[in-house]
């Protein structure tokens, strides 16, 4: 009796370890992996922009030891669109006065999906 109930409570927690594993890796681990992989895109093959901070939001994870953010932007296209999007980046306790709403930074956009982004800050000078 009590060998049927443990082989029944040890199939039962590595279900329940697998199951948790996959929600960590579909909910956690492809995204980050994927936004990277678009953001890095972004970085070589977008536009330049000025962009305003609009909100600025901790959210529940750290990474390196920083607070991450969701940080969403306005911006115009250069054919004049008007465009929000959102990044996630971990900040340091000194960078979260630079990226307080109100605050302007600049982007990258992606010319064929403006809705997709990465960080530039750097400002641009004319004919950039």
Wanted: proline share 5%.
């Amino acid at each position: 009796m009590f060998d049927m109930i443990y082989s029944w409570g040890s199939g039962l927690l590595i279900i329940i370890g697998v199951i948790a594993f996959g929600r960590v890796i579909i909910t956690d681990i492809i995204p980050t992996v994927k936004s990277g992989f678009v953001e890095s895109r972004v970085a070589k093959i977008g536009i330049a922009v000025n962009a305003d901070i609009i909100a600025a939001q901790q959210t529940s994870s750290w990474g390196g030891n920083k607070p991450i953010y969701q940080i969403t932007f306005h911006y115009k296209t250069v054919d004049g669109r008007d465009m929000e999007s959102s990044l996630q980046k971990a900040l340091s306790f000194e960078e979260i006065e630079k990226y307080k709403p109100g605050n302007g930074t600049t982007i990258k956009y992606d010319p064929k999906d403006p809705g997709k982004i990465a960080f530039y800050d750097k400002p641009l000078i004319l004919g950039d």
